[in-house]
């Protein structure tokens, strides 16, 4: 299990503004391995999600170097690669849950009988079997988001590269999703891409967390996690659990250790 | 019964104020004669009088729905002087017009959206356009319209598109620029074409502003089926009622075309809502 799937060289990327170049990545140096779960995290600005984007090929390097699966990012998104879940679900409302799981799947040109097969396996996926006839609004916001995960597997890519999914959820809610999302992570053997602002959720998911830093965004510390790949939710009491986050705040804090 | 009292409150309001107006700008040509014919006039004798003179300034609201009445049910709808048969000839242009102004105002608004060029060069002239007095632009359609040969209700149909057209690009525009920048990501991911898009976001998110567009769409188109009417030489249609009978001083008759045009506009709005809310409902949008 240690083929890499994402590898990044010196990646460069920098956006020109009215207010003149911002520097989003400077110098990206990353491996990510099959059947890893990356979580990236860093305050706002450090170029977390810009890097997902550039995985994903919405926003292309200036310079530097980056494959997916051994293609360019635009290569990936052709062969399929990878599903994103977005910070908002953005489910269609005049779709029903069905309806919009379809979605790729119509664009892809699935045939229909494949179709329904591969709505009916996604919902069983994320525990939403029987919600394929309500539309959105109907569902609760973590429900919603569990649809926008369905959809993003619907058509079986092996990366899933999911940005702050649960960022707009109660901690409540997010707990349970998370719990929930290590389960399917188990069950699908996918590399997970995560973006968060949320130290304990990094660290309760991750096989490894990508310490960010901003202006210009860079990886301040790669921390290959030491917890068993098994993970009740009271894991995040033991020592190891704690060690793991004293290290990621020791990053985020030395990388903004100049303002 | 909760809805229906404000409204009622307000019609009697408002008939009841019509009466007044009508006393009193009627009062003069009552006094006037009284005085000619060297009689005296109580109270009650000039108030009788201005609520059923022939040509009065303002016409008492019971002379306009007796004038109604006469005009639609007791007249054979072929006659010349029925309402439903000018209001038939004014609501086929009307909705001729209409069905241009929605189809054109629909291609520009795609236009726009998917072409930098037209979205540069369309807009300014779209709005150009309406600032231009359709009084002024009417007779010139129709004049230059029959010099080639094209009469009767296309002239009409194509006025009444120029104003129609102008609501259904403006928020068809807002409406198919809807989908945040998040979907059309998420598309993008799907590797999904322009014509994907357009067919599975863009137009689906446009549906709530185009059906408001609509409603203004219809009025406007209705308004500009009257005005193409009125440089015809007021043969047929609401307009040609407004216009004969201001040449005749008719205004009981002026006032019943009003109230016919107005109740149309009202029936062809509520017809459009009715529409609007029966397709938001298949598609799951309303709650």
């Known amino acids: 299990m240690t083929e890499p799937v994402i590898t990044a060289e010196k990646l460069d990327l920098t956006f020109q503004t009215n207010d003149g170049p911002v520097q989003a990545l400077r110098d990206v140096n990353l491996t990510i391995n099959k059947g890893d779960f990356v979580s990236f995290i860093g305050p706002s600005g450090c170029g977390k999600t810009t890097f997902l984007r550039v995985i994903a090929a919405l926003e292309h390097p200036t310079g530097g170097h980056i494959t997916v699966n051994g293609m360019t990012p635009d290569e990936a998104r052709q062969s399929r690669a990878y599903g994103y879940v977005f910070q908002a679900a953005g489910l269609y409302p005049w779709r029903t849950i069905a309806g919009n799981i379809k979605l790729p799947l119509e664009i892809m040109g699935f045939p229909k009988a494949e179709q329904e097969e591969r709505v009916k396996n996604v919902l069983q996926l994320v525990d939403l079997e029987g919600f394929g006839k309500k539309y959105p609004w109907q569902l609760s916001g973590g429900m919603q988001q569990r649809a926008s995960i ?38 699908t053997q996918k590399t997970i891409g995560f973006v968060t602002h949320s130290i304990p959720e990094a660290v309760y998911l991750s096989t490894k967390i990508v310490v960010m830093s901003p202006r210009p965004g860079r990886i301040a510390d790669v921390i290959e996690s030491p917890l068993p790949r098994e993970r009740p939710l009271e894991i995040r009491d033991t020592p190891e659990f704690i060690a793991v986050a004293h290290r990621v705040r020791e990053g985020l804090r030395a990388g903004h250790s100049y303002d | 019964m909760n809805r229906i009292l404000p409204v009622l409150t307000v019609v009697v ?18 006094r006037d004669q009284a005085a000619r014919a060297g009689q005296e006039l109580s109270f009650t004798g000039i108030v009788a009088d201005t609520l059923s003179q022939d040509r009065p300034k303002l016409p008492a609201p019971h002379q306009v729905a007796a004038e109604l ?107 198919l620029r809807s989908p945040d920048a998040m979907q059309l990501d998420l598309l993008k991911t799907y590797g999904a074409s322009g014509g994907e898009t357009f067919r599975k976001l863009r137009l689906p998110s446009s549906m709530p502003y185009l059906f408001t567009s609509l409603k203004v769409g219809i009025a406007a188109s209705l308004v500009g089926a009257i005005v193409g009417e009125l440089p015809t030489g007021a043969v047929r249609g609401l307009g040609a009622r407004l216009l004969s009978g201001s040449y005749y001083g008719q205004t009981v008759q002026i006032w019943a075309a009003l109230i016919a045009a107005a109740a149309l506009a009202a029936a062809l709005v509520g017809v459009v809502g009715l529409i609007q809310r029966a397709t938001l409902k298949r598609m799951g949008m309303e709650r």
């Open chain 2, 69 to 175: 009445w006469q005009t639609t049910v007791q007249k054979s709808i072929t006659s010349k002087r029925s309402l439903v048969y000018h209001g038939w000839v004014t609501l086929s242009a009307t909705l001729l017009g209409f069905a241009i102004g929605t189809g054109a105002g629909i291609l520009l608004a795609v236009g726009i959206v998917h072409n930098r060029a037209m979205d540069m060069s369309v807009m300014p002239w779209a709005i150009a356009s309406q600032t231009i007095p359709i009084l002024a632009i009417a007779p010139m359609i129709i004049v230059v319209l029959n010099s080639i040969g094209i009469q009767g209700v296309l002239p009409k149909a194509i006025i009444s598109a120029y104003l129609s057209f102008f609501p259904v690009v403006v928020g068809m525009v807002k409406g």
């Open chain 1, 150 to 187: 369905a959809r993003a597997l619907a058509f079986d890519a092996d990366i899933l590269l999911m940005d702050e999914p649960f960022g707009a959820l109660d901690e409540i809610v997010r707990d349970h999703l998370n719990e929930q999302l290590l389960a399917l992570w188990a069950r």
């Open chain 2, 13 to 30: 309001a408002l008939i009841v104020l019509w009466y007044l107006g009508a006393v009193a700008m009627n009062a003069q040509w009552t």
